[in-house]
């Protein structure tokens, strides 16, 4: 099985940014695409980027040019670059890995943006 743990959530004010993590373990081998998901109060989970294991990224339309998905080559870890973040932004994220044996999904990491 493949497990995954988010980190970097937090409490930012609108046009910061905040980097996300990912820590990905146990069968590293059975991880493929990878992504980022976020779901804010009263709202359905919405997709936010994937990277798949050749490295080609699809984004949310209306996050393009603002948040930037990255993993390194062993896929241990993945990585969410958000910047300029608006109030809209804020939402539980969560980090998706697809393997073989079904889709392994974290906790979860706050993200707030308020002034």
């Known amino acids: 099985q493949v497990h995954v743990v988010e980190s970097g959530g937090g409490l930012v004010q609108p046009g910061e940014s905040l980097r996300l993590s990912c820590a990905v373990s146990g069968r590293i081998g059975g991880a493929n695409t990878g992504g980022w998901y976020r779901q804010a109060p009263g709202k359905q989970r919405e997709l936010v980027a994937t990277?798949?294991?050749?490295?080609?990224?699809n984004y949310a339309d209306n996050l393009k040019g603002r948040f930037t998905i990255s993993r390194n080559k062993p896929r241990t870890m993945m990585y969410l670059q958000m910047n300029s973040l608006q109030v809209e932004d804020t939402a539980l994220y969560y980090c998706?890995?697809?393997?073989?044996?079904?889709?392994?999904w974290g906790q979860g990491t706050q993200v707030t943006v308020s002034s």
């Open positions: 990277m798949s294991t050749t490295g080609s990224t």
């Open positions: 998706l890995i697809q393997t073989p044996w079904g889709d392994a």
